[in-house]
């Protein structure tokens, strides 16, 4: 069979630049190219890329789907299925609501597609797809197939060393995806992550799990295995990685150089009403244990919770800025379809917006609490003008003179001149571009 996997475009943020539609390629399709079974042929399409060829003869479309690409998924489904080919469909947001995306599609993934995809693509082969294909039932991490990194050329994506060791997060926060019914929590063995790496020979590594210290007697044994092997790598985590200022000392000694951090909003009782285990008492005392270590901070930050009004956006700016917070990322709160915190907003009829491909955080398309539309809207799009002014950056300043290359290279090229930076990229590759970042920020070849 001829198969076509496809990743649909994304929707731009206001912030948003080329470099971002060009960040890395779909691991979870380079994970389908690695499970499809001998004799298929398969033809990965990333529509950020290249412009989708209706007319390209295939046996089978495969799209993966992430909330806010929704609309356009069904639009391909629809033009496939017009010329008779089928067209199955998975992802975080088939997983989360898979009732609701079913009429859209000849078949859904539900949950992971190691035990299912072999069988979806027999089943098309003989013309008898099932509607749902799921199979989570005491799925184990060893199960988690490995991406086929060589599978595709890397040179149009500014980074393509991303890797994941676990999938899913153990806690259960409501905004989140994890709070929905279908997610699961479970860990890659160690030596398959480390052979990731040792396949996608680079020192740089991206770790993109959900949450890299869910488990934290696992990530102590990982960390213990990258020791020696001169990495600079980068990770996301949450405010409990205070409490485990061993984990901290490996993290420095293995050559982590920034950690993505959700501190949400600096209003206990907002987090509170979201379940969200942070502690705003907490918050210095963590930057401080991190910075300490030579380790720069990307906060994740979410606008717009109940209890939260526009006086959170100066006050947030100047604690930002106060306790040099090197890079932020903001999002306007989101009820993604499928968790708690949507199914709360429905039953109290504050959902405003049904067009999903407004749901990318960007937008309001809930009815706030605590100040109006416009004010969240505006406040949102404030904090990013002003977080990322020269004023700003400068004081920002990281003390330690080795994180300042790469301080200024993501504070400057990739968000204040973005949009220069990216039309250089017409002019050499994204790889190219991503491989002369490392070099000037870690040294490394």
Not at 17 to 27: E, N, V
Not at 156 to 181: A, Q
Not at 299 to 311: H, I, K, M, Q, T
Not at 324 to 353: D, S, V
Request: aromatic content about 10%; glycine content about 6%.
């Amino acid at each position: 069979m001829r198969i076509l996997l496809i990743q649909p475009m994304m929707n731009m943020r206001p912030m948003d630049t080329r470099l971002k539609t060009r960040m890395s390629p779909s691991l979870a399709l380079l994970t389908l190219l690695r499970l499809t079974p001998e004799g298929n042929e398969v033809i990965l399409i990333n529509e950020n890329l290249q412009p989708l060829d209706f007319d390209n003869p295939a046996d089978l479309v495969g799209i993966t789907v992430t909330l806010d690409v929704m609309p356009r998924a069904c639009r391909i489904a629809e033009e496939f299925q017009r010329r008779g080919i089928p067209v199955v469909a998975g992802g975080i947001h088939i997983t989360a609501c898979p009732e609701e995306c079913l009429p859209h599609f000849d078949a859904v993934c539900v949950g992971p597609a190691e035990r299912v995809w072999a069988r979806m693509v027999q089943d098309a082969a003989g013309k008898q797809l099932n509607r749902i294909y799921r199979d989570m039932e005491n799925f184990r991490g060893e199960e988690l197939a490995s991406p086929l990194y060589g599978g595709i050329d890397t040179s149009p994506y500014l980074y393509s060393n991303v890797i994941t060791t676990s999938h899913g997060c153990p806690n259960r926060c409501d905004f989140c995806y994890n709070s929905c019914k279908n997610r699961l929590y479970v860990r890659r063995p160690i030596p398959d992550v480390l052979s990731d790496i040792k396949d996608l020979k680079t020192r740089h590594i991206l770790f993109i799990d959900d949450n890299f210290i869910g488990d934290a007697s696992y990530t102590r044994l990982l960390l213990q295995e990258l020791r020696g092997m001169n990495l600079k790598w980068s990770a996301a985590v949450t405010t409990k990685i205070l409490d485990f200022p061993e984990l901290l000392d490996l993290m420095e000694k293995t050559g982590c150089q920034s950690l993505f951090i959700g501190f949400e909003t600096l209003n206990n009782s907002a987090l509170q009403g979201v379940h969200k285990d942070n502690r705003f008492e907490r918050y210095e005392a963590l930057i401080k244990a991190i910075h300490d270590r030579g380790i720069m901070i990307n906060a994740s930050l979410v606008f717009g919770l109940d209890g939260d009004g526009p006086e959170v956006f100066p006050r947030t700016l100047d604690w930002l800025v106060k306790n040099r917070i090197e890079t932020m990322t903001a999002h306007i709160l989101t009820p993604y379809p499928g968790t708690e915190l949507y199914r709360r907003m429905e039953a109290e009829g504050r959902i405003t917006q049904r067009d999903l491909s407004q749901y990318n955080t960007a937008h309001v398309v809930f009815a706030p609490r605590d100040m109006t539309a416009e004010e969240l809207y505006n406040g949102y799009l404030w904090m990013y003008r002003r977080f990322y002014a020269f004023r700003s950056i400068l004081r920002r300043m990281p003390q330690m003179k080795k994180q300042r290359m790469s301080y200024l290279l993501f504070n400057l090229l990739y968000r204040k001149f973005g949009r220069l930076t990216a039309i250089l990229a017409w002019l050499v590759s994204m790889g190219a571009l991503g491989r002369w970042a490392a070099r000037l920020s870690y040294r490394i070849r």
